[in-house]
C-alpha cells in the first residue's frame, strides 16, 4: 500500500491581534492563533501598532 505526501505551503491571508492572541488567517482557510505572551514585543505594542502589518512574499511571512 503506498502513501500520497500532499506537500502543503501555509500563506497568510489577514493577520488579526486581540488583547490576548495572534491570530492568522492561511489561504486555504486554517487559522493559527498564539497567545501574545509569546512575543515580548508584541504584548507590549498598543492597538495602533499592532494593526500595523505587512505580508512578505506571498503571504510567507509577516512583518
Given at each position: 500500500m503506498s502513501?500520497?505526501?500532499v506537500?502543503?505551503?501555509?500563506q497568510a491571508?489577514?493577520?488579526k491581534c486581540t488583547d490576548t492572541a495572534l491570530i492568522v488567517e492561511l489561504i486555504d482557510g486554517r487559522?493559527?492563533?498564539?497567545?501574545?505572551?509569546?512575543?515580548?514585543?508584541l504584548s507590549q505594542a498598543s492597538k495602533e501598532q499592532l494593526e500595523n502589518w505587512?505580508?512578505?512574499?506571498?503571504?510567507?511571512g509577516v512583518y
Open positions: 502513501t500520497l505526501a506537500e502543503l505551503h501555509p491571508h489577514d493577520i487559522t493559527i492563533s498564539a497567545t501574545l505572551a509569546w512575543f515580548p514585543r505587512e505580508l512578505l512574499g506571498d503571504g510567507e
